[in-house]
């Protein structure tokens, strides 16, 4: 095998795609419109006003000689410079496309740069005088390097690797020229080079961008150069995601796989692989910059296991293109799974699948991605293929996952009778029940997932099925209670609390409340709801953190969500760890973990509300004088004495009564070994990052939306304050079973505020947006999470 060999002459040239190569939508473009609008809420947050370290920036460039300001402006014009020479070889090269992309982008680009200095600077500008400025006014962006950076990013993905260096190498050098001239301060070139960022991935989105990928005339001068004689090349009709796949036959009639990792194909890159990484939580290759490094691991992980004794692909060799395209060429053993109707499948054929399975286990690989697309049958024999996303010293967790995986795909293509008798067979009744845990949809492969629903193969049916077969107790899930006891007294404290909140608003003029309404700023309304959201992103990451096993970013995510459509039922704190509970019982976490998991992460937002609480007292002077009488403090008041005194007396009626306390005192016992279980295994200083983090993380999102809406509605308040508020209403809300808190945040969040300097009517105006941000709006995508986790078995 020949490895990191550059085939043909190097030399510069612009453009690597070929003229007609396919555009497509990549989800690499989605990542940076969200990452591009995402920085650029942040940079102009903290431009007006500027932070004293970006003034004290700013006056050290305006200290530089100003003899080298001609230098300065010839740098600036190098950008603009190289967008007319991509528009003009574009049109030499018959490449029109490119150059309406070019002109669509600097268009978004000034369309968003003057929107966004509307926002952050309050006046709409200039657009002429800015894009021809050579110096101050500061610019927030920077409006030349905003246009001219979307003509050059927006041509990149077509473009052979120096030209894409050349074009970064540029909006990096010109962004720090202009803070130079003093035409933008740093947040502002920063904030150019976002939007010129924004404009070519929006542009991507709606027309499309090159793949990337070779035409089929490079790969065949390439394996000749590589001395691989081919025939009948074609692109295979499957097309993995990061990777141009190429079918063909060998001089002896062989069939053989092609795999070309080149530039720009999306999943080859360190963004896609950490996204597929994070959030299906698929185990593979380590996240590389390399495309030579990913065919590297790919061929030595296939020659290792063929040493192992595995059934796989044979290694013909490896090597890199002129293009710097990283090329394997494997020989490709029979036919796919995938590619066999159930009656061409025997029962050898299964067998042989769990022998190979086992053999890639003792060799010390997991396979990570046992399908139907990732199986081939050679002579009625099982061969793995595809290592790409394989691991060696695989845990525990991995070979069961492999296991259920073979398990799926077994039943999937021979059916549930045939495929679970030959896994028994195979497995024996002790290993088949420690492959149940496993037999759930986040277990699967990416590919394998949408086979199952094909086939509606129900997991759940299977696992019970396999189970009973195995002599192993069935996995039990905990069922979520529609109507009880408890939820008829939520029902009636429900009403109760709309009751009290109703008379609290007796006292307030509505008139003055719809009037702080009307003046309110939209944009800033807008924004607090999206600050708002990113609190779920928080309690996801915090979720992970408090779990004893990987889980995938994105289902938790999803969880969280779910949440706050099933707090309309019942109250928030329970809701959390009772759905938090079916969730990891359904990723195989036993009973008693899954309930300690959830007490953890519940238990984790206590402490970081408490201790935010401490801070706040002990290193800042905010305190906020509540007048809590009824005669002074008004409805809200009242209603916030009545809650206080309700949750007093129930506690006491709790610690009077024995049977009661007995019942507190055990379940609480219980939870605390759980949880202290659970807390042994916490030994990872980055899951308590995650697990403490998260929590603040999401604190710092309710205060800071909270923040925003009474900023819209024209008062100041500062974070010590916002946090102190909004924790300690938590804590109330907590505390009481009422769904949602309704009615009682809302009243606490009232007195809270006018306590801190807002009249009333402004306090209720601001409670009332934020709680429609924080709670009444979100269980709408709720709903759809929750749904979805259903629909994908995750519940």
Aim: contains cysteine.
């Amino acid at each position: 095998m020949s490895t990191g060999r550059h085939v043909g002459p190097r030399g510069f040239r612009f453009f690597a795609s070929p003229v007609d190569a396919p555009r497509a939508r990549r989800a690499t473009d989605v990542l940076l419109v969200a990452g591009s609008l995402l920085g650029l809420g942040l940079l102009g947050r903290a431009a007006v006003p500027p932070a004293t370290f970006e003034d004290a920036l700013v006056d050290l460039l305006a200290a530089f000689p100003g003899f080298l300001d001609g230098l300065w402006l010839l740098v600036t014009n190098l950008l603009v410079a190289w967008a007319v020479v991509l528009a003009i070889v574009a049109l030499a090269r018959d490449r029109r496309a490119l150059v309406r992309d070019q002109v669509l982008a600097a268009a978004a680009a000034v369309l968003v740069a003057v929107v966004a200095s509307r926002v952050v600077q309050g006046s709409w500008p200039d657009v002429w005088r800015f894009l021809t400025a050579t110096g101050p006014p500061l610019q927030f962006p920077a409006l030349r390097i905003a246009t001219a950076g979307a003509a050059v990013v927006v041509v990149s993905p077509h473009l052979s690797r120096p030209a894409r260096h050349v074009s970064r190498w540029l909006l990096a050098i010109v962004a720090v020229a202009a803070t130079l001239l003093g035409t933008a301060s740093p947040s502002g070139a920063a904030a150019g080079v976002l939007v010129a960022t924004l404009a070519a991935a929006v542009v991507h989105l709606a027309v499309g961008s090159g793949a990337g990928r070779p035409g089929l005339g490079e790969v065949k001068a390439a394996l000749d150069e590589l001395g691989v004689a081919t025939s009948s090349l074609g692109a295979a009709d499957r097309q993995p995601a990061g990777v141009f796949l190429v079918r063909s036959s060998g001089s002896d009639g062989a069939g053989v796989t092609v795999k070309v990792y080149g530039r720009d194909a999306y999943d080859t890159q360190l963004l896609a692989q950490l996204w597929r990484t994070i959030w299906y939580r698929q185990e593979g290759a380590p996240p590389t910059l390399s495309r030579l490094q990913q065919a590297e691991h790919e061929a030595f992980l296939t020659l290792l296991a063929r040493q192992a004794g595995v059934p796989t692909q044979d290694v013909v060799t490896a090597g890199v293109t002129s293009n710097d395209d990283a090329l394997l060429v494997l020989r490709l053993p029979g036919t796919t799974l995938a590619d066999l109707r159930p009656e061409e499948v025997g029962d050898e054929t299964l067998r042989t699948l769990w022998d190979a399975v086992g053999a890639l286990h003792r060799g010390g690989i997991a396979h990570g991605q046992i399908d139907p697309l990732h199986v081939a049958v050679d002579g009625g024999r099982a061969t793995l293929i595809d290592l790409s996303g394989a691991t060696v010293a695989p845990t525990e967790d991995q070979r069961r996952t492999d296991q259920a995986q073979a398990l799926v795909t077994s039943v999937v293509v021979a059916g549930i009778d045939r495929g679970l008798a030959i896994a028994l067979a195979a497995l024996g009744t002790d290993a088949l029940a420690q492959v149940l845990p496993y037999l759930q949809m986040p277990a699967l492969s990416r590919g394998l997932r949408p086979q199952v629903r094909r086939a509606e193969l129900d997991l759940d049916d299977l696992r019970q099925r396999a189970s009973q077969l195995a002599g192993a107790p069935p996995t039990d899930l905990v069922q979520l209670r529609r109507i009880s006891w408890g939820s008829l007294l939520q029902a009636g404290l429900l009403v109760l609390a709309f009751w009290a909140l109703a008379s609290g608003l007796a006292g307030l003029e509505l008139a003055d409340i719809a009037t702080e309404l009307r003046d309110a700023t939209v944009w800033l309304i807008v924004v607090a709801a999206l600050v708002v959201q990113l609190s779920r992103l928080g309690q996801a990451v915090a979720t992970l953190g408090a779990s004893p096993r990987p889980l995938p970013l994105g289902p938790v995510y999803a969880l969280q969500l779910a949440i706050s459509y099933v707090n309309l039922a019942i109250p928030a704190t329970a809701a959390r760890i009772a759905v938090n509970v079916r969730f990891f019982q359904r990723q195989g976490v036993p009973a008693g973990s899954a309930v300690a998991v959830g007490a953890i992460d519940g238990l984790s937002g206590f402490v970081v509300q408490m201790l935010l609480l401490v801070s706040i007292a002990l290193f800042s002077s905010v305190s906020l004088h509540l007048e809590l009488e009824p005669a002074t403090s008004g409805g809200p008041g009242r209603l916030l004495v009545c809650l206080v005194v309700g949750v007093v007396l129930a506690a006491a009626v709790v610690v009077a009564v024995r049977r009661w306390r007995q019942v507190v005192l055990d379940r609480a016992a219980d939870l605390l070994r759980q949880a202290w279980g659970v807390l042994r295994e916490l030994r990872s200083a980055r899951r308590w990052a995650m697990l403490l983090g998260g929590n603040l993380a999401a604190e710092l999102c309710f205060a800071s939306g909270l923040g925003l809406v009474a900023l819209a509605l024209g008062y100041h308040l500062g974070l010590a304050e916002l946090v102190l508020i909004n924790v300690s209403v938590a804590l109330l809300a907590g505390l009481l079973p009422v769904p949602g808190g309704i009615g009682v945040a809302e009243g606490a969040l009232t007195v809270g505020l006018t306590a801190a300097g807002l009249p009333e009517s402004a306090a209720f105006a601001t409670a009332i947006v934020y709680r429609l941000a924080s709670f009444y709006l979100p269980p709408v995508w709720g709903w759809f999470a929750y749904r979805w986790l259903q629909a994908n078995k995750y519940l």
